[in-house]
């Protein structure tokens, strides 16, 4: 745990010593804020929906940059064998670099909580669906990291690695969209792999098991993947 730990730290601290973080902070808040504030000012309704609306689309654009280069990086500088040769297995790499992406997203997160606070003070606030929103979030932005630690895994190049981790979380996205027009006997199978649905559940206040085995499964599975990636440098 320690040297998981180790490696968090130290990828948490590069986001903020270049200009990545700061970039990623601005556009979000930017974007979200203007969404919120045109809701509560401009149309009168002190509502988080359409936060909370946008969040699918907009982090699927927003965690790819995030992730690109956590071990593509590593791979195109030489560094990843270096990191390699100390006592840490590849399992333990993967693991802090998520940490770290998640620490970054708590961090966007957190930067948002003045919108519900703001919200309760001019209004009834749903509790009970804003703090399961806010735990769908976190749980969809660590989907979309594994997937971009997954691609960024695959590759030396940075823009390939990003293009992969689009490419991936689009067609999650983008599936659950479709629903309304596929036959009635693909649209559960749909919904089931859809990012989206699953989003949409946990924020209308319900947490259901299927949907947190889904998000554990898709983050297990990728940080599974790109842990074998790693991995079979050593047969090559």
């Known amino acids: 745990m320690r040297n998981v730990m180790a490696i968090a730290k130290r990828e948490f601290s590069a986001y903020f010593n270049s200009p990545i973080a700061y970039i990623v902070a601005v556009v979000y808040i930017t974007i979200s804020g203007y969404l919120f504030f045109k809701q509560l000012f401009i149309e009168g309704q002190a509502d988080m929906r359409p936060f909370f609306g946008l969040a699918p689309m907009l ?3 927003i965690m790819p940059p995030l992730t690109m280069r956590l071990l593509a ?8 064998e270096l990191l390699l040769t100390m006592p840490v297995t590849d399992w333990q790499v993967v693991i802090g670099k998520y940490l ?4 970054l997203i708590a961090v966007l997160l957190a930067l948002t909580l003045t919108f519900p606070i703001t919200v ?7 509790k009970g669906s804003t703090f399961a929103a806010y735990i769908g979030l976190l749980l969809m932005c660590g989907a979309y990291s594994a997937i971009g630690i997954m691609a960024s895994a695959f590759t030396r190049n940075q823009i ?16 659950g969209q479709l629903t309304a027009v596929l036959p009635p006997s693909l649209a559960p199978i749909a919904n089931a792999i859809s990012i989206t649905t699953r989003f949409q559940n946990i924020a209308r206040g319900v947490l259901d098991s299927r949907d947190l085995l889904y998000y554990a499964s898709m983050i297990f599975g990728c940080l599974l993947v790109a842990e074998t990636t790693l991995e079979s440098r050593r047969w090559r």
Do not use: C, H, N, Q
């Open 73 to 80: 990086e590593e791979k195109r500088e030489g560094t990843l």
């Open 160 to 175: 390939v690695a990003l293009l992969i981790a689009v490419f991936i979380s689009f067609g999650l996205f983008l599936i």
């Open 59 to 61: 982090f699927l654009f």
């Open 120 to 126: 309760a003070s001019l209004g009834p606030l749903d």
């Open 100 to 103: 770290a992406s998640i620490g």
